[in-house]
T-cell receptor
């Protein structure tokens, strides 16, 4: 099926450092992108989104960057905390006749205290 | 924010039996609900999209006769796994959306184990 992202990396960061999680998407026609956080045994939790007419959006401690030229998304987490440990997924709003959200493979973030 | 619930949160069943999972939007009306399946250490795979009062649209490779979806009201969608087998064991997650372009709100998931 459709997919966003190419692999499932893991990322370990020291508490207090900044984290950068990357994602590649495949559909150049997609116009809306979302980052989700998923803790073990739970459903995905919305973090931040961005539309294709923007290249940067900031939230609380998080920033999403969108590079449409190379179809790349990144999520930056400032001052990473132990509670940020989770799997992070980028997702793409698949712009067909009906909207559906396609998830990337995910990145596991582990914060070292 | 909007809340989506799922019931049950986990279920264990014998091979060959059918299992029904409910997805409810608690404080909003969901025009569209989505069903995902997630195997361990993998991403969420979209199974189907259902609009209230319409037949569900299934993704390629998902058997519509095995995974029956009903979206009879604006607050409830059900997924029935018919004649479940061990390979159907997975984490099933639903999401709900209020408008055509609105944010999706995810349920907490249902862990299905088929013995």
């Amino acid at each position: 099926g459709e997919s966003v992202g190419l692999h499932l990396p893991t990322l370990s960061v020291q508490e207090g450092d900044n984290s950068i999680i990357n994602c590649a998407y495949s559909n150049s026609a997609s116009d809306y992108f979302i980052w989700y956080k998923q803790e073990s045994g739970k459903g995905p939790q919305f973090i931040i989104d961005i539309r294709s007419n923007m290249d940067k959006r900031q939230g609380q401690r998080v920033t999403v960057l969108l590079n449409k030229t190379v179809k790349h998304l990144s999520l930056q987490i400032a001052a990473t905390q132990p509670g940020d440990s989770a799997v992070y997924f980028c997702a793409e709003n698949w712009g067909t006749s009906y909207d559906k959200v396609i998830f990337g493979p995910g990145t596991s973030l582990s914060v070292i205290p | 924010g909007a809340v989506v619930s799922q019931h049950p949160s986990w279920v264990i069943c014998k091979s060959g039996t059918s299992v029904k999972i409910e997805c409810r939007s608690l404080d909003f009306q969901a025009t569209t609900m989505f069903w995902y399946r997630q195997f361990p250490k993998q991403s969420l795979m979209l199974m189907a999209t259902s609009n209230e009062g319409s037949k569900a649209t299934y993704e390629q490779g998902v058997e519509k006769d095995k995974f029956l979806i009903n979206h009879a009201s604006l607050t409830l969608s059900t997924l029935t796994v018919t004649s479940a087998h061990p390979e159907d064991s997975s984490f099933y997650i639903c999401s709900a959306r209020q408008t055509n372009r609105g944010e999706q709100f995810f349920g907490p998931g249902t862990r299905l184990t088929v013995l």
